[in-house]
Every structure is written in structure tokens, then in C-alpha cells.
């Protein structure tokens, strides 16, 4: 009888571990952190090309006027 009791408790406890591995909501938090994280990335990105559009138009301007032909060359 004490062998099946042995054997009951074995099974009930492996049946405990893995119903409390199942409802873990850590992994779930992780988550939830890192997709909240990347809007954040996303959004000042947004904003900093929001903010710096004439500087970077101002930068890309002379590579895109070179690609349509009508570059010049600096003289040294």
C-alpha cells in the first residue's frame, strides 16, 4: 500500500510541475516588454526623421543629382 501511495504522490507532484510550468506568465511579460520596446524604437525613429528631414534631403541631394547626370566635379 505504501509503494502505491509512493507512486500516487510521484505522479501528483510531476502533474503540479507541469501545470505550474503551463501558467508561467514570465515569458509572457518578456514578451510583452520587448514588443512595447520596439514601438518605442519605432516611434523615435519617426520622429528623428520627422525632425531631421531637411538635413538629411540637404545630405542626399547631390548623390541624387549625380545618379540623374547632372553632378559637378569639385576642383581641387
Given amino acids: 500500500m505504501q509503494l502505491l501511495n509512493e507512486a500516487l504522490l510521484r505522479v501528483l507532484i510531476g502533474w503540479h510541475r507541469v501545470e505550474t510550468r503551463l501558467s508561467d506568465d514570465e515569458g509572457q511579460t518578456l514578451a510583452e516588454y520587448g514588443l512595447i520596446t520596439a514601438v518605442i524604437a519605432v516611434a523615435v525613429v519617426v520622429l528623428a526623421v520627422t525632425v531631421f528631414r531637411n538635413a538629411i534631403v540637404h545630405v ?17
Fill in 60 to 76: 542626399f541631394n547631390p548623390a541624387a543629382q549625380c545618379l540623374h547626370g547632372t553632378c559637378y566635379q569639385v576642383s581641387p
